[in-house]
């Protein structure tokens, strides 16, 4: 049986950028004085559903998932203090939040903790090459090889 392959992106975005909103959400408002309707513009997301996670009043079942994974709090917070520190100088950050986060957990070896803990497999999931984690874009399995069609 052919398992489907998704695109790294497209499993990043869906299954793992959600819960990584609301733990960024938690810091920006907690320890870096954001407001929530701040964090909410930042991170492309409604303030209510900040108030509501902020207040229990809305679990994440993929929260609690990923802050089993060690290390993952560290990569929150580091983000975060990035975030926080373009804001004080005037710079918006709103457009590569996700693509900061998946370079983070890529460099810190956790990317693959992070999918086990939200029960993705691995074959499920088409990693990018090498030379294409800089953020290019370009999907390494969409490559033709020299004398392939």
Known sequence: MRVRKYSLCEVFVRR?????R???AEELVVRHGFTQLEAAK???ISQ???NYYLRGRRRF????KLLRVPGIK?????VAKTIAEERSLGNEVT?????MLCKALRESLLLNSVLKALGIKEDEVRMPAEECIEGEGVDATLITRPGLK
């Open 22 to 24: 609301m733990l960024l």
């Open 42 to 44: 930042t991170l492309g």
């Open 16 to 20: 793992v950028l959600p819960s990584l």
């Open 74 to 78: 560290r990569i929150v917070e580091c």
């Open 61 to 64: 079942r993929g929260v609690e």
């Open 48 to 50: 209510p559903l900040i």
């Open 95 to 99: 457009s590569n939040i996700a693509c």
